[in-house]
């Protein structure tokens, strides 16, 4: 059974950084649009990135714009989110998920895939 899985969260003060890594060991994500979601108590789950299945396309929540980035290490069978100059309003679990990316839309794909998140906890 195919299941995410993330890591890199932590507790950081604001301006921190962190860097977020996803992988699936019986999936190779290099063949799949991908991309970052975030999740707090009693909201829906939001994107917070893309990135296209060529790796040369992304998409960015406003948020986020400018402090994150997104990226791939196909031998790694790894995809990364590199944040900066954290705000407590990152706080969140965030997630990772294999995506239909088309422009500026991002829409998780119907698989259940979906892994344990990794939170992220942002201090002022």
């Known amino acids: 059974q195919v299941r995410m899985v993330e890591s890199g969260g932590g507790e950081v003060q604001a301006g921190g950084s962190l860097r977020l890594s996803c992988t699936a060991s019986t999936l190779d994500l290099d063949h799949f649009a991908m991309g970052w979601f975030r999740q707090t108590p009693g909201q829906e789950r939001e994107v917070v990135s893309c990135?296209?299945?060529?790796?040369?396309?992304?998409s960015y929540a406003d948020s986020v714009k400018g402090r994150f980035t997104i990226s791939r290490d196909p031998a790694k069978n790894t995809l990364y989110l590199q944040m900066n100059d954290l705000k407590p309003e990152d706080t969140a679990k965030y997630y990772c998920?294999?995506?239909?990316?088309?422009?500026?839309?991002?829409?998780?794909?119907?698989?259940?895939?979906w892994g344990q998140g990794t939170q992220v906890t942002v201090s002022s």
């Open positions: 990135l296209g299945r060529s790796g040369r396309t992304t």
């Open positions: 998920m294999v995506v239909s990316h088309s422009g500026s839309q991002c829409v998780p794909l119907d698989f259940d895939y």
